[in-house]
């Protein structure tokens, strides 16, 4: 098992040029999930997903949409880049629902937006 | 809402010392505690975590961790630590049967000295 895998590792942008950060996961897990961990403030959740076709909003869900049209994939998709979504970006996934089940993380893309 | 307090921005122990990380949790009813450790440029490795039952639990690489209820801590310790651990270690909250993830803390970057 590859486990939870992240495209791109690093990406520059500029303000206001959109992309999606791509997230997949090979262990069949229903719950998959995006942070954003920024210097001092710890993981903060953007959105989140129980299962395929069913998504919805975390702590920071502005400037960010997701979807989930298969089990295995979850892609972040930033419409319209800033620099305030400079950040590294983590994507997480689980057997279930996040307070029971041990959370794993991909490796992380660092995104700059200039 | 749930919130994480890691009081230790960073701490410095020296190789073969034993270490105690702080973690205090704000929330109503039994949380699901979590700590997790981050190596530079990795994403997180899940260490331990704890739900109910026994108040010390025990997690990978010589960790383990005490659950108080009426202290609302849950400190990460370790009786000597090795040059390999230095990383930023996160203590993380969950809310029972919820699925919108888990509440992380500011991290604690953990140094080693020879």
């Known amino acids: 098992n590859a486990g939870v895998t992240q495209t791109p590792k690093f990406q520059v942008l500029k303000t206001g040029q959109s992309m999606t950060l791509q997230c997949a996961q090979d262990?069949?897990?229903?719950?998959m999930s995006w942070y954003r961990q920024d210097p001092g403030m710890g993981l903060r959740l953007i959105h989140y997903s129980v299962g395929a076709g069913i998504t919805d909003q975390g702590e920071v869900p502005n400037g960010y949409n997701v979807s989930r049209s298969t089990t295995e994939d979850f892609p972040l998709r930033l419409l319209s880049a800033a620099p305030s979504q400079t950040s590294v970006y983590f994507c997480?996934?689980?057997?279930?629902?996040?307070?029971?089940?041990?959370?794993?993380f991909g490796p992380g893309t660092r995104l700059t937006v200039l | 809402a749930q919130s994480v307090t890691q009081p230790d921005i960073h701490i410095t122990v020296s190789e073969g010392a034993s270490l105690e990380l702080r973690c205090n949790y704000s929330y109503g009813a039994t949380p699901y505690l979590f700590w997790y450790v981050q190596s530079p440029g990795q994403g997180l490795q899940l260490l331990l975590k704890?739900?109910?039952?026994?108040?010390l639990v025990q997690g990978i690489k010589g960790f383990e961790a005490e659950f108080k209820r009426s202290q609302s801590s849950f400190n990460l310790r370790k009786p000597s630590v090795h040059w390999s651990d230095a990383a930023e270690y996160f203590c993380a909250v969950a809310e029972g049967g919820g699925a919108d993830g888990l509440t992380f803390g500011k991290g604690t970057h953990l140094i080693i000295q020879p």
């Open positions: 997480a996934s689980s057997r279930s629902g996040a307070s029971t089940d041990t959370q794993y």
């Open positions: 704890y739900f109910s039952g026994d108040t």
């Open positions: 262990m069949n897990h229903e719950y």
